[in-house]
């Protein structure tokens, strides 16, 4: 697997939070994110966004290390997701601005089927490139996967790059 170390700097976001009226986690997050929040709409709507159409950012706040993307309770209340954006001029409503602090990352890119990328892509990081990389996970950093076009739902073809906040050990 090709792992990629980037210096990335702050980013202003623009996204939702998985929160609902209750404080609780959606049961079924993908359905009411591209269902009743058209959220393609509201990150269209956004004249700022870098991301093309479809291309979006998942946070995961408030995490020591990555979190098993395959099992439901990793995408709780702290899961953001969200466009990165060059100006906050312009934010629709029910969304919020946030920063992404800087940090290096390492970009790992999991593909196939989402439950089995992931869950692969996970073992390599904690069971072979953290360990011998001279590295940790920053917990002062985000988590995060950049979706792209290819990141459909359940499809083989799926793509997305998950991205590691670092420190040196």
Same mark, same amino acid.
Not at 15 to 34: I, M, Q
Not at 43 to 54: L, W
């Given at each position: 697997? +090709?792992?990629?170390?980037?210096?990335?700097?702050?980013?202003?976001?623009?996204?939702?939070?998985?929160?609902?009226?209750?404080?609780?986690?959606?049961?079924?997050?993908?359905?009411?994110?591209?269902?009743?929040?058209?959220?393609?709409?509201?990150? $269209?709507?956004?004249?700022?966004?870098?991301?093309?159409?479809?291309?979006?950012?998942?946070?995961?706040?408030?995490?020591?290390?990555?979190?098993?993307?395959?099992e439901? +309770?990793?995408?709780?209340? #702290?899961?953001?997701?969200?466009?990165?954006?060059?100006? @906050? #001029?312009c934010?629709?409503?029910g @969304?919020?601005?946030?920063?992404?602090?800087?940090? +290096?990352?390492?970009?790992?890119?999991?593909?196939? =089927?989402?439950q /089995?990328?992931?869950?692969h892509?996970?073992?390599y990081?904690?069971?072979?490139w @953290?360990p011998?990389?001279?590295?940790?996970?920053?917990? $002062?950093?985000?988590?995060?996967?950049?979706? +792209?076009?290819k990141?459909?739902? #359940? $499809?083989e073809? =799926?793509?997305?790059? /998950?991205?590691?906040? /670092?420190?040196?050990?």
């Amino acid at each position: 697997m +090709t792992v990629q170390l980037l210096d990335i700097p702050e980013l202003n976001v623009i996204g939702w939070a998985n929160v609902n009226s209750s404080g609780e986690p959606y049961a079924n997050l993908w359905e009411y994110v591209f269902g009743e929040l058209d959220i393609d709409a509201k990150f $269209d709507a956004i004249p700022t966004k870098v991301q093309s159409s479809g291309c979006y950012l998942g946070l995961f706040q408030n995490r020591t290390s990555v979190p098993k993307l395959w099992e439901h +309770t990793a995408w709780d209340i #702290d899961f953001f997701l969200c466009v990165e954006v060059e100006q @906050l #001029d312009c934010i629709p409503e029910g @969304l919020v601005h946030k920063k992404l602090p800087a940090s +290096t990352y390492a970009i790992f890119t999991a593909k196939g =089927f989402p439950q /089995l990328a992931f869950q692969h892509t996970w073992n390599y990081i904690h069971n072979e490139w @953290l360990p011998d990389s001279g590295y940790k996970f920053n917990p $002062d950093g985000v988590f995060y996967i950049q979706y +792209t076009e290819k990141s459909g739902p #359940d $499809d083989e073809r =799926f793509e997305a790059n /998950l991205c590691v906040p /670092l420190v040196k050990k």
